[in-house]
């Protein structure tokens, strides 16, 4: 697979590490977990979308455009890493904010993602939740185009074949990873969201032939409405690299198990494991995504459904800026003396 013939603006710092975690994996005492970084992208505190927005914003350089929208949830990382790109290619960027948690906590609002944005120079707007917000962007973008703008639009997540692009180059960096480290690798887990990652790992996976099952871990949609949208577009990736037929609907698996109230909304579970990781390996998972995807992975380590002498790599896709949105999700009033 040659993924060289697609337009890429290279930015990310490639190829992320992937590290044991050998202090979680003792305090759980089941299998080996490993980690990939993708916490560790480079642009404005990493993150998943940095891999997809190399693809997504080379298209934005060649159709001229000078103006670059996006939309999300209020502390979408998403959001974030777009307007950093967009002010490293000294385009404009302007966010459509979607209140899905409908939360008045000022940090909520103003801090984490949301204060990055701002510093790396993009403008905002907010929306109710529920709506359609991809069509609200497109209206939205159809008014600076009346101004003049040459506007490139870009969904939810950077979830379309062209983004999902970067996660088939992160399957091929992982396989390579695990081949000069002779790790055999039983399973790979990561949170799963507007699908892009999980769409995309699973189409280099299939076209690589790696035989290692991947598990998304979803934060928001129910079980077979996430499967489905992950395979449709896996399917629509597959056709654009030339190997249509390459995943089947089977090799989507997601647990839904782990989303709680809602998107955004967090979970004891993961409140557990954001403490787990920081505190056993001083790594930040974020409450939105990260932290409910290693709620899954402990979750299944602690019932057998992983088990000792397999070897499990969790997909780190990023969002620790979201931390500082989401600081009244914790209590550490014990921790002062
Ligand atoms: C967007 C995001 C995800 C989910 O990735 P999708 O490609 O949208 O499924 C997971 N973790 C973090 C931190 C994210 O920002």
């Not at 996006?70 to 890493?81: D, I, K, V």
């Not at 790109?85 to 993602?113: Q, V």
């Not at 939105?288 to 402990?298: N, Q, R």
């Amino acid at each position: 697979m040659h993924l060289a013939r697609f337009p890429r603006r290279f930015i990310a710092h490639l190829p992320t590490p992937l590290e044991r975690l050998d202090r979680l994996s003792a305090e759980l005492g089941g299998p080996d977990i490993w980690i990939k970084r993708d916490d560790c992208t480079g642009l404005s505190t990493g993150g998943n979308k940095t891999r997809k927005l190399e693809f997504l914003m080379a298209e934005a350089e060649l159709m001229g455009a000078d103006m670059v929208m996006t939309q999300g949830a209020t502390q979408s990382n998403h959001a974030r890493q777009t307007a950093a790109f967009a002010a490293k290619l000294g385009m404009a960027c302007h966010i459509l904010l979607e209140d899905r948690t409908g939360s008045n906590n000022l940090n909520y609002n103003n801090n984490g993602n949301v204060l990055l944005d701002h510093l790396h120079g993009a403008t905002t707007e907010k929306r109710p939740g529920g709506g359609d917000m991809n069509a609200e962007m497109e209206k939205v973008a159809d008014r600076f185009r009346a101004e003049g703008k040459t506007v490139y639009t870009i969904p939810g997540g950077g979830s379309n074949p062209t983004g999902a692009l970067g996660y088939v180059n992160c399957a091929f960096e992982m396989l390579s990873q695990f081949n000069d480290r002779a790790l055999k690798v039983d399973h790979i887990v990561t949170a799963t969201g507007s699908a892009g990652t999980q769409a995309g790992l699973i189409t280099g996976l299939k076209a690589m032939n790696a035989g290692i099952p991947l598990l998304g871990i979803g934060v928001r949609a129910p079980k077979l409405k996430q499967e489905e949208n992950v395979f449709n577009l896996a399917r629509a990736t597959a056709e654009k690299l030339g190997c249509p037929d390459v995943v089947q609907r089977s090799d989507v698996v997601a647990n839904t198990d782990y989303v709680g109230e809602g998107y955004g909304i967090p979970t004891k579970s993961g409140q557990e494991a954001i403490r787990m990781f920081a505190e056993l390996e001083a790594i930040l998972l974020d409450p939105v995504y990260s932290a409910k995807g290693a709620a899954g992975l402990i979750d299944l380590i602690r019932n057998g459904h992983f088990k000792k002498g397999e070897t499990i790599v969790f997909l780190h896709t990023g969002g620790a800026a979201g931390l500082f949105g989401y600081d009244n999700a914790f209590d550490f009033a014990g921790r002062w003396s």
